[in-house]
């Protein structure tokens, strides 16, 4: 039997140094360090990440990297929101005849986010419905056998704010959006590889418009300096153009925008809340709004608002609207243009 434990003894021993030489190569190599992301990848945010595009921001890093997820909705109506690093990305499927509601927590059209940026949103190329204003970027598949828009956005920080880092988290949102659609059994065309992403020129003098601002005019009272626009190859989700003025405060005077998919849905929200945009067209003081159709999904959104430091002759508004609608809408493909009277 003293014969037998020894025995027994030579085998463990070996056997638990090799176990513990294995479990400490799996907790510091850095092979051991990617299969433990990958295996948290496997059921974090559904398992939608991928795990390359994602560790280009996370390093392989679990914690603090995949700091947290949370889901909700089912069918046609679900979301995925998660951290990456220090990004928040949203997947969801959005129904065409959905609108925001400001008093329900949770409702993916409420996450998405535009605006924080100092840039204005470009396409983000390579075919895909999608841009970015090197802060928040949004890539959207039209499903073909569902009432529904597949959604991805990113919500970053102004640290991300250069062309390489936003290159990055356009891949992210590309491929999660093929890896959902898949997932979620929405049949839509997808995109190829993203391109390098252009930095824009800032504060053109007006007249030199090629891009979002061409054909828009100016009140003649000589109040307009300059245009920021977003390039115009009719994939971008959102698109803008800004007039301003230099001789005072040098401020933006006119903005126009033109809002795509869940983006425009986005701006319309329900019944009883003040501020949002309803019906087809329409105007007040100090905007307008028209709309059109594009495609099965729900109809884009194109408005002008004046700010503070405008005082717009009457009329103007409609008018440049109108000018700026109606090429927004022939650069998507979108029929059945409403503008306010």
């Not at 463990?12 to 850095?30: I, K, N």
């Not at 947290?68 to 998660?82: E, K, Q």
């Not at 997947?91 to 940026?117: K, Q």
């Amino acid at each position: 039997m003293r014969t037998m434990r020894r025995i027994a003894l030579y085998a463990v021993v070996p056997l638990v140094v090799l176990l513990a030489a294995g479990y400490g190569w799996y907790r510091t190599s850095d092979t051991g360090k990617r299969w433990r992301y990958e295996d948290r990848l496997a059921t974090y945010c559904e398992g939608l990440l991928p795990v390359s595009e994602s560790a280009a921001l996370t390093s392989y890093s679990t914690d603090p990297g995949l700091p947290g997820d949370r889901t909700g909705g089912a069918d046609d109506d679900r979301w995925d929101a998660c951290g990456v690093a220090d990004t928040r990305l949203l997947v969801a499927l959005i129904p065409h005849d959905a609108v925001r509601n400001r008093n329900l927590s949770g409702e993916p059209l409420s996450m998405l986010r535009d605006g924080g940026s100092d840039h204005l949103p470009v396409a983000i190329g390579g075919g895909w419905q999608g841009h970015t204003d090197f802060r928040d970027t949004g890539v959207v598949l039209n499903c073909t056998n569902r009432p529904a828009s597949l959604v991805v956005a990113v919500s970053a920080d102004e640290s991300h704010e250069n062309a390489e880092e936003t290159r990055q988290i356009a891949r992210l949102a590309t491929v999660t959006a093929e890896r959902a659609a898949e997932r979620w059994s929405c049949d839509a065309p997808h995109g190829t590889v993203v391109p390098p992403i252009p930095v824009q020129p800032d504060r053109p003098a007006p007249g030199t418009a090629t891009a979002t601002c061409a054909g828009v005019p100016v009140p003649g009272d000589e109040s307009v300096d300059w245009h920021r626009e977003t390039t115009a190859p009719g994939t971008a989700l959102l698109e803008t153009c800004a007039l301003g003025e230099s001789k005072a405060r040098d401020e933006e005077l006119y903005w126009f925008g033109a809002a795509f998919g869940p983006y425009a849905q986005r701006l319309r929200t329900s019944a009883g809340d003040p501020g949002s945009y309803r019906g087809d067209a329409g105007a007040d003081r100090h905007s307008a709004w028209g709309s059109a159709a594009c495609g099965t999904g729900p109809r884009a959104l194109f408005t002008v608002n004046d700010t503070e430091y405008a005082a717009p002759p009457s009329g103007y508004l409609r008018t440049a609207l109108r000018a700026f609608a109606e090429r927004a809408a022939q650069r998507h493909g979108c029929t059945d243009l409403k503008l306010p009277s």
